[in-house]
C-alpha cells in the first residue's frame, strides 16, 4: 500500500491482503497524523498504538509509502496488530468521530494536554513533522488545542514521543492501565477521585 498515489479504488483490496484493517473493538482513543512525513516516526506510533490499544488514522499526503522499510521496522511485527485507516482528509476523520471528539496538538495552543479531560473514543490529533497542524484548523475549535510543555530551546518534540506522552496520558485518565490482553475493557469509575 502506498500514500496518496493509491487510487481511491485500490485502497479496499489492498489494505485487508495486508492485514491493515483489524476493527476487533472500538478503540479508547484514536491518534491522527495529519500529512506526516516521516516513515520510521509513522513506524513508531503504529506501535505505540498498538501497545494502547487505539487506532492510527493517516491523513493523506503521506510523506512516505505505507510499505517503506523504515515504516515497517520501526514498526516491527507489531504492524499486522495494528488497526489502520488512511483517508484523503481532516474533516473526514472529524465526520467520522465528531469534531467535537478532536483534540489537536500544537506547540502553540494555551491548554495544556494534563488539563483536558479525555473520554472513550476520543482522537489526539497531531501535524506533520516540519510545521504542525494548519492555523485554520487549530482556529476552528482553541478550547481543543493542547501543548505538551518544553523548554524554549527546544522548537518541538518528537512526533513519536509527543504522540506517546499524550495518549498514556488518556489511558491514564480512562483508567485502563491495568488492562490486560485479552481482558474486558471497563472505564474507572469517575467517583475513584472523589473517594
Not at 15 to 25: E, H, W
Not at 120 to 132: I, K, N, T, Y
Not at 157 to 186: K, P, S
Request: with cysteine; net charge neutral; hydrophobic share 45%.
Amino acid at each position: 500500500m502506498t500514500d496518496s498515489s493509491d487510487k481511491p479504488g485500490d485502497l479496499p483490496a489492498i489494505r485487508p491482503a495486508q492485514g491493515l484493517v483489524k476493527r476487533q473493538f472500538d478503540p479508547w482513543l484514536h491518534v491522527v497524523l495529519f500529512e506526516p512525513e516521516i516513515a520510521a516516526n509513522t513506524g513508531a506510533i503504529g506501535r505505540t498504538c498498538v501497545a494502547a490499544g487505539a487506532r492510527l488514522w493517516l491523513v493523506r499526503p503521506l510523506g512516505f509509502h505505507v510499505d517503506d522499510r523504515h515504516l515497517r521496522r520501526a514498526g516491527l511485527d507489531y504492524w499486522e496488530h495494528l488497526d489502520l485507516c488512511v483517508v484523503d482528509e481532516l474533516d473526514e476523520v472529524a465526520a467520522s468521530l465528531g469534531r467535537n471528539r478532536l483534540w489537536s496538538f500544537s506547540t502553540k495552543a494555551a491548554l495544556l494536554y494534563t488539563e483536558a479531560v479525555f473520554q472513550p473514543g476520543d482522537a489526539l490529533v497531531f501535524g506533520p513533522e516540519s510545521r504542525g497542524l494548519p492555523a485554520s484548523w487549530l482556529k476552528e475549535c482553541p478550547d481543543r488545542s493542547l501543548r505538551i510543555p518544553i523548554r524554549p530551546e527546544a522548537r518541538s518534540l518528537n512526533l513519536a514521543n509527543a504522540v506517546a506522552i499524550a495518549l498514556f496520558e488518556g489511558i491514564r485518565q480512562l483508567g485502563l492501565g491495568q488492562a490486560q490482553v485479552g481482558q474486558v475493557r471497563t472505564l474507572r469509575d469517575p467517583m475513584d477521585h472523589a473517594r
